[in-house]
């Protein structure tokens, strides 16, 4: 049995392309790169969710979500506890700057559109690369992917 959970990511495009992305290690999945973004808090909209997020993770308050890029659920182990995450992915553009991390041992990086193809770990959401490819006014739901 999972538990339920609401989150938001958002991806970060720089003038170039690059995206910023963080690098996990998940007791459940394992080691896989992902946007900022997290679990959104009682009553907060997936929009108030990915400014808070990328606020806390980076320090950068002035990129706003400019568009949905897709939705999916995942399985994973958060804090000990399964949960069946449902994600709303946002997409934005900004400088290519480095974050203010409160956390020491946090590993990021901007990855260019041709590595992000093969960085050779997961990517959450899966087809990242492909869903920037396609720019898309509409949103993609990916549904539930294992």
């Known amino acids: 049995m999972r538990t339920p959970r609401r989150a938001a990511r958002i991806v970060v495009l720089s003038p170039s392309g690059s995206v910023f992305l963080f690098r996990e290690n998940n007791v459940e999945v394992g080691i896989h790169w992902l946007p900022p973004g ?14 808070r997020e990328l606020r806390e993770e980076t320090g950068w308050a002035d990129l706003e979500p400019q568009r949905l890029l ?10 000990g506890i399964p949960v069946r995450q449902h994600e ?39 087809r990242l690369p492909d869903l920037l490819a396609d720019a898309r006014a509409e949103p993609v739901h990916l549904g539930l992917v294992t």
């Not at 897709?70 to 804090?79: A, G, I, L």
Request: proline share 14%; hydrophobic share 30%; charged share 20%.
């Open 70 to 79: 897709c939705t999916w659920e995942h399985d994973f182990t958060h804090e």
């Open 38 to 51: 997290g679990g959104m808090d009682p009553g907060e909209t997936p929009e108030e969710c990915v400014r």
């Open 88 to 126: 709303h992915i946002y997409v934005t553009t900004g400088p290519h700057r480095e974050p203010v991390l409160e956390a020491p041992g946090i590993h990021w990086q901007w990855v260019s559109p041709e590595r992000l193809a093969t960085l050779g770990e997961p990517l959450w959401p899966p």
